[in-house]
C-alpha cells in the first residue's frame, strides 16, 4: 500500500520477495557496479546518493504511529551498502531514532561494496541494526563469475562473508541457474555447492537465469534448455551438505517452486525435482528452451 507519507522512489525500484512488508528507502539510485554482462536492471539509471536531508525528510513526513508499527526496513537501489560509510551510519542513526521498534535493517550488498570497507566499520553498521546482506553470488565457479563479468573471484570474497558472519552478520546468497550455459553447468553446480557448504549462509536463494536488456549474453553461452535447468538445480541441491540453511526457489523466473530447509529436507527436494523432470519428459517439454528475454522480472 502506497500511502501519501512514502519515501519517494525513482523507478524501476527492486527488492527481494522476503522484503515484501519491510518499508522501504532508496538511499541510493542504481548499482554502483553496474557492469555485469547478464544483468540489465539498472542500464538506465546512473549511480547516485541520496542525500542526508532528503532522506530526513522522508521520515520526518511519516506520522508517528505509522512509525512505531514499522519493525523491518530495506535500504534500495542494487547496492545501498555502498554509500560511504559516515553517511550511512547517520543515516541508520535517524532510522532508529524514529522507528522505536525496529527489529532489522537489510540490504543488497555487491562484492565491491562488502570488501571496500574495514570489519571495524561493519561493526558499527551492524551496531545499528542493519544485520541481514542480500549478496549476489550467481556461481561459486570463477570461470562462470568471469562469463559474467562479476568482477570478483569466488574464494576472495568467500573469506569477507564469512568475516562479516564472525561479527554477527546474516547473509541471503543468491545463485543464478544457467550462469553457464550447458557447456559450463557442471562445474557450476559443483563449485556453487561447495562454495555454500563453506559458507552456510543463513538464507539461498535460486533464480534462472533471464535477460533484462542485454540479449548479446547468450552470444557466449550455449543456451540451456528447461530440462538442463531442473538438471542444473537438482545437481546444485545434491552437493549441498549444510545444515539450517532456509532455502527458496520461489522466483517467478523459476520453473518449479522449491522451498525447505537445507540440507534436512534435500531428499524431499530431490524428489520433486525428479517429478518435475518426469513430467516434463512426458509431456515433451524437457528440450524445449525458455523464453529468457523478459522486461518485468
Not at 507519507?5 to 527488492?15: A, D, F, G, I, V
Not at 551492524?126 to 570463477?142: A, H, P, Q, V
Not at 557447456?183 to 534462472?208: E, F, Q, R
Not at 545434491?238 to 520461489?250: M, P
Amino acid at each position: 500500500m502506497i500511502f501519501d507519507y512514502s519515501p519517494e522512489y525513482t523507478y524501476p525500484l527492486y527488492r527481494p520477495p522476503s522484503e515484501a512488508y519491510s518499508l522501504i528507502f532508496q538511499i541510493t539510485e542504481g548499482c554502483s557496479y553496474n557492469k555485469c554482462t547478464f544483468c540489465g536492471m539498472y542500464v538506465d539509471k546512473h549511480f547516485s546518493l541520496k542525500s542526508f536531508d532528503k532522506f530526513k525528510l522522508e521520515v520526518d513526513r511519516m506520522p508517528i504511529n505509522y512509525r512505531h508499527a514499522v519493525k523491518r526496513i530495506f535500504l534500495a537501489d542494487g547496492d545501498a551498502v555502498a554509500y560511504p560509510t559516515e553517511g550511512l551510519i547517520r543515516i541508520l542513526d535517524y532510522l532508529n531514532e524514529n522507528f522505536p521498534n525496529i527489529e532489522r535493517i537489510s540490504s543488497y550488498a555487491g562484492a565491491h561494496a562488502l570488501m571496500k570497507k574495514k570489519i571495524d566499520e561493519w561493526e558499527e553498521l551492524r551496531k545499528r541494526k542493519l544485520t541481514l546482506l542480500y549478496f549476489g553470488l550467481e556461481s561459486g565457479n570463477d570461470e562462470v563469475l568471469t562469463l559474467m563479468n562479476k568482477g570478483m573471484k569466488s574464494q576472495k570474497v568467500k573469506k569477507k562473508i564469512l568475516e562479516l558472519q564472525g561479527i554477527g552478520y546474516d547473509f541471503s546468497v543468491m545463485v543464478i541457474l544457467g550462469a553457464g550455459g550447458k557447456l559450463l553447468s557442471d562445474v557450476h553446480a559443483k563449485d556453487t555447492a561447495l562454495w555454500i557448504n563453506d559458507v552456510n549462509p543463513k538464507y539461498l536463494g535460486m533464480l534462472t537465469l533471464f535477460i533484462r536488456r542485454k540479449k548479446d549474453y547468450f552470444e557466449k553461452i550455449m543456451t540451456p534448455t528447461i530440462g538442463d535447468l531442473i538438471e542444473e538445480s537438482k545437481r546444485i541441491l545434491d552437493g549441498i551438505e549444510t545444515k539450517g540453511v532456509i532455502f527458496r526457489s520461489n522466483h517467478i523466473s523459476n520453473f518449479v517452486t522449491l522451498k525447505g530447509v537445507l540440507s534436512e529436507d534435500k531428499g524431499k527436494l530431490l524428489n520433486q525435482i525428479d517429478q518435475t523432470l518426469d513430467y516434463l519428459k512426458s509431456k515433451g517439454l524437457f528440450n524445449k528452451y525458455p523464453d529468457y528475454y523478459r522486461e518485468e522480472f
